[in-house]
């Protein structure tokens, strides 16, 4: 049976937990070979062994995306393990909310360096690599459409109290897809963006007063009280948030040749909601 993505390999970054997991998993079935990046190394290698156990090849890249050296790190481990790079996903984040008056510059950065800068660098040092593969295909006479898919919120569409520096990097992500689009579609790259509403994960479960995570050395609280998340999901047309495999299914609906002609576009993957 032929696989829709077979011999791709696809980068997914924050691909331990949630989303990333999801689809690191649903592209493998599909026949990628996956570089799994995760902040923390345990869920990155329990994923890869998930692959491997379904006959599927990936490697570990764990690490921080926001750390100045991650990208070189995160594409090499692409080009020395598989030797091309073919889908990236940059899905990796987490919120760490404030209203603006009590917003920390350490709190504004910590989500511009996870949610856009990061996407820029990784992407930056991806480019040489596709670009390269487009020559060959090009001198081969092969047409082949390579893709890029950033993970944005309805958070930066529409803006959400109390997520000033994720809204606005959400919101910066879309600029960046958007430019990329018309800077690489000469090199066979389409780029888009997912935006999701209400996906149930780790970031957004049901929370108690105490829930957080140890994310790049700081606590940080996880999950929505249970009476927001209740009144969350009432506004959604679905009824429900959505698991971390439907969000998955629309990033892949964006890796797949029957996307290959589009671009620029930013897919909202909410249940039915189309605003907040
Ligand atoms: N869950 C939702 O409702 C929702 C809504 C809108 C957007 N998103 C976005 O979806 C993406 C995935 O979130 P999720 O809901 O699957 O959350 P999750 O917490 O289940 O998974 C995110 C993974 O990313 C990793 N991660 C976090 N920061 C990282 C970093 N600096 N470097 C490397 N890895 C890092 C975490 O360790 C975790 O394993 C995020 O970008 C998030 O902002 C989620």
């Not at 090849?57 to 091309?84: L, T």
């Not at 929505?224 to 971390?244: D, K």
Request: one cysteine or more; charged letters at 20%.
């Amino acid at each position: 049976m032929s696989r829709k993505l077979q011999g791709k390999v696809a980068l997914i970054s924050g691909a331990g937990r949630g989303i990333g997991r999801a689809l690191a998993l649903k592209l493998a079935s599909e026949g990628a070979r996956i570089v799994v990046n995760d902040l923390d190394r345990e869920p990155a290698e329990e994923v890869v062994d998930a692959i491997v156990a379904q006959g599927g090849e990936a490697v570990a890249c764990p690490g921080n995306v926001s750390a100045p050296d991650f990208a070189e790190r995160f594409v090499g481990a692409a080009v020395e393990k598989f030797r091309a790079v073919d889908i990236v996903v940059n899905n990796a984040g987490y919120t760490w909310d404030n209203v603006i008056q009590k917003m920390s510059d350490e709190q504004w950065y910590a989500m511009i360096d996870c949610h856009l800068t990061a996407p820029f660098r990784i992407l930056r040092a991806a480019q040489p690599v596709m670009r390269a593969q487009h020559k060959a295909d090009a001198e081969a006479g092969r047409r082949v459409i390579r893709k890029v898919v950033n993970v944005s919120s309805v958070a930066g569409l529409f803006g959400n109290a109390g997520q000033g520096n994720y809204s606005a990097a959400k919101a910066g992500i879309v600029g960046l897809t958007q430019t990329l689009a018309k800077e690489w579609g000469r090199i066979g790259v389409t780029v888009n963006c997912v935006a999701f509403g209400l996906i149930t994960t780790r970031l957004t479960g049901s929370a108690g007063d105490d829930s957080s995570a140890l994310i790049d050395g700081r606590e940080i609280k996880v999950g929505v009280n249970p009476g927001l998340l209740e009144a969350m999901e009432r506004s959604i047309p679905l009824g429900r948030g959505g698991t971390p495999e439907e969000a998955a299914d629309a990033i892949y609906l964006l890796c797949i040749p029957e996307s290959d002609y589009i671009s620029g576009q930013t897919l909202m993957c909410t249940g039915g909601l189309t605003g907040i």
